[in-house]
C-alpha cells in the first residue's frame, strides 16, 4: 500500500485524497492552517510517505516543493506551480531532484476531448481561441470568493484559477509567446483579474484565451481553424464538430469530471511505482511542463488592467 502525504484540506485537497483513498493508497491529510513547514519537514523526516501532494495556495508552494526535494519524495502539484517567473524558476530548481517522478495538476490533458486535439495534425492551422467563464459566486455551496485564495492580489485571480485554457494552447501549438493581456479588476479586490484576455501568437498560429469569473452560465470552448479542417469544441455541452469541406463529423468522448482526477491520481501512483503509465499525449510530469508554466507567469506578469466589474462578489 503506497503512502501519500496530502498538504491542503480545501475542496482540492479533500478530493484528491478522496480519490488516493478509492484507489487504494494510505492517505494522511493535513490542513495548511494547522501545521508548518516545519511540520512538514517532521512528516516527511525518514520517508514514510511514497508521494505527496501540494494542494495549498499558489504563493506558499515553493518552501514544500523543498521539503519534499530534501527528503527524496516526489510530488504531486496543483496548477500553476507559480504566479511569477521568479517564483517559477526557484520552483523548477527545487524540484529538479525529484521532478522526474513527480507531476503538475493539469487535468484538462487527462479529457478526452482535449486528447483528441492533441491525437490530430494541426499542422494547418492559422488561428485558436480557447474561452472558459462560469459565475464564481455560483461555484460552489457554502463558499464565498473573498474567503478563498483566488481573492489574493498575489497567486489569486482568473487567469491563474482557470489557467487549464492557457496550458492546452501550449500543448497544441508549442512556442506562444504573450502579445499582451487585458484583464478587468475589481474595486473590492485590488490587483485580482475578474476577466482577462490573452492574445498570443507563434509561427504561422495567432490565437487568444479568453477567462472570466462572471459567465451566468458556464462557458468552455475552443475553436481551432486551419485551412484543412476547422474544430469546434465546447466542453461544457460535451458537443464537438469537425468540418472539412462540406463533410461534418462530430465525434463522441463522453466525460465524467472526476475520472480526470482519477486517471491522474493513478498515474502518479503508476509514477512513483516505476509502474507503467496510461500513454496521454502530454503527461505533465514536473520536468516536462516548464514552457507551460512560463506562459502561465508571462501572461500574469502582462496583465493590464482597462476596466472594472460592478458586480457583487461576496
Known sequence: MQRILVIGT?????????????LGAEVTAIGWRATSVEGV????????FDGMVIATETQI??????????ADVPIYVEKPLAFCSNDLNACLA?????????MLGLMMRYHPAFRDLAQADLSDSYHFSFAIGHDVTQWRENWRFSDSYAAKPQGGGVLLDLCHELDMAACLFPGLRVESVHSHGHTAYPGVDMASRIALASGQVTGCVAMDYLAP???RQAQINGTKASRS????????????????ETPHLPLERNEMFMAAASDFLALIAGKPLRGI????????????????????????FIGTITKDIP
Open 61 to 70: 508552494r515553493l518552501p514544500l516543493i523543498v521539503a519534499a526535494a530534501k
Open 217 to 219: 452560465r458556464l462557458i
Open 41 to 48: 519537514e517532521t512528516a516527511l523526516a525518514g520517508s514514510r
Open 281 to 304: 499525449e502530454h503527461f505533465p510530469r514536473l520536468d516536462r511542463v516548464g514552457e507551460s508554466c512560463r506562459l502561465t507567469a508571462q501572461a500574469w506578469e502582462q496583465r493590464r
Open 233 to 248: 469544441y465546447d466542453f461544457a455541452a460535451q458537443t464537438y464538430r469537425i468540418a472539412q469541406g462540406q463533410a461534418v
Open 94 to 102: 527545487a524540484a529538479a531532484p525529484i521532478a522526474a517522478r513527480s
Open 10 to 22: 480545501g475542496s482540492i485537497g479533500r478530493r484528491h485524497a478522496e480519490n488516493f483513498r478509492a
